[in-house]
């Protein structure tokens, strides 16, 4: 049974400079007046697939129901698949291209019901080439679904099993030391890491952090929970807002003083507890 919907979430790597994004809500506008567009971002590093999925997947637990629209497309015109992924037996709908971008926040929404290859050219809009399937493609069927058809009129269904994955890295640990990855860092310059709390050593609130490869850096981070108890000249290791660990100082950017980047390895060493720090005295000598 098909059902109408009337919320468009978009998410993509076009910016917010070109008219890109304004044609495409634009196509969704004229062929389906009733649906709500929401802009998740547009500001998507150009064509890092890695990336858009790793937003896709932070924000979709927050998203409103309906039609996900999501374009960050290396591969447009090519043998790439574009695709429509049913989630939660119809309450949404994940639509844009097969190269990995969807398959995280389709895992994190339960999984695919029903996967189709839009191939069912009805529903597109006629294209002078094959360089914007956002406007030419996806649009349109995102407002296609809002306007009621159904999944399988899009095109051909495929097994959801065949669908690209995402490729999330996962952490690793040898001995003490937990290998992690820098996943994305935020405006505000803080870094987030794929790591869950749990498999930080309850025990120790300390932790040496080593990163850099051969001209390994090293830094002592502290356990906190909130960006304002790390103190001046500290690092702190905060759980940010979406239950990873994150590598952050206060008012200033962990990236940009630390050299952090996405994709990047970070090392985490339990240190224990802070040694005590007794009394320390001067030996001061007064001159005439």
Same mark, same amino acid.
């Given at each position: 049974?098909?059902?109408?919907?009337?919320?468009?979430?978009?998410?993509?790597?076009?910016g917010q400079v070109d008219e890109f994004v304004g044609v495409?809500?634009?196509?969704?506008?004229?062929?389906?007046?009733?649906?709500?567009?929401?802009?998740?971002?547009?500001?998507?590093?150009?064509?890092?697939?890695?990336? @858009?999925?790793?937003?896709?997947? /932070?924000?979709?637990?927050?998203?409103?129901?309906?039609? *996900? %629209?999501? #374009?960050?497309?290396? $591969?447009?015109?090519?043998?790439?698949?574009?695709?429509?992924?049913?989630?939660?037996?119809?309450e949404g709908v994940f639509v844009g291209p097969d190269n990995?971008?969807?398959?995280?926040?389709?895992?994190?929404?339960?999984?695919?019901?029903?996967?189709?290859?839009?191939?069912?050219?009805?529903?597109?809009?006629?294209?002078?080439?094959?360089?914007?399937?956002?406007?030419?493609?996806?649009?349109?069927?995102?407002?296609?679904?809002?306007?009621?058809?159904?999944?399988?009129?899009?095109?051909?269904?495929?097994?959801?099993?065949?669908?690209?994955? @995402?490729?999330?890295?996962?952490? /690793?640990?040898?001995?003490?030391?937990?290998?992690?990855? *820098? %996943?994305? #860092?935020?405006?505000? $310059?803080?870094?987030?890491?794929?790591?869950?709390?749990?498999?930080?050593?309850?025990?120790?609130?300390?932790?040496?952090?080593?990163?850099?490869?051969?001209?390994?850096?090293?830094?002592?981070?502290?356990?906190?929970?909130?960006?304002?108890?790390?103190?001046a000249g500290e690092v702190g290791l905060v759980v940010d807002?979406?239950?990873?660990?994150?590598?952050?100082?206060?008012?200033?950017?962990?990236?940009?003083?630390?050299?952090?980047?996405?994709?990047?390895?970070?090392?985490?060493?339990?240190?224990?507890?802070?040694?005590?720090?007794?009394?320390?005295?001067?030996?001061?000598?007064?001159?005439?």
């Open positions: 049974m098909s059902r109408r919907y009337d919320t468009v979430s978009l998410l993509t790597d076009y495409m809500k634009s196509v969704i506008r004229d062929l389906a007046p009733h649906a709500v567009t929401i802009d998740l971002t547009h500001e998507i590093p150009p064509h890092d697939v890695r990336a @858009g999925a790793l937003a896709l997947a /932070r924000c979709v637990q927050y998203v409103a129901a309906g039609v *996900v %629209l999501a #374009v960050v497309d290396p $591969g447009v015109g090519t043998t790439r698949k574009a695709v429509a992924v049913e989630v939660a037996g119809g990995g971008l969807l398959a995280p926040a389709v895992q994190m929404a339960g999984g695919a019901t029903r996967a189709v290859v839009l191939t069912n050219t009805e529903h597109h809009l006629p294209s002078p080439a094959a360089t914007f399937d956002g406007r030419d493609v996806f649009a349109p069927v995102a407002a296609a679904l809002c306007n009621g058809v159904a999944l399988h009129e899009l095109g051909d269904m495929i097994d959801p099993a065949s669908l690209v994955p @995402g490729l999330i890295p996962i952490t /690793r640990t040898e001995d003490d030391e937990l290998f992690a990855e *820098v %996943l994305w #860092v935020d405006r505000f $310059g803080n870094v987030q890491l794929n790591v869950d709390p749990d498999e930080l050593d309850p025990t120790s609130p300390r932790f040496q952090l080593r990163w850099g490869g051969q001209g390994a850096q090293v830094r002592s981070a502290r356990r906190v929970l909130t960006y304002a108890e790390v103190g807002s979406y239950g990873l660990v994150s590598v952050a100082l206060d008012r200033r950017s962990a990236a940009a003083e630390l050299g952090l980047a996405a994709g990047d390895q970070v090392v985490l060493v339990p240190l224990g507890e802070e040694p005590p720090r007794g009394p320390v005295s001067t030996p001061v000598a007064f001159r005439r």
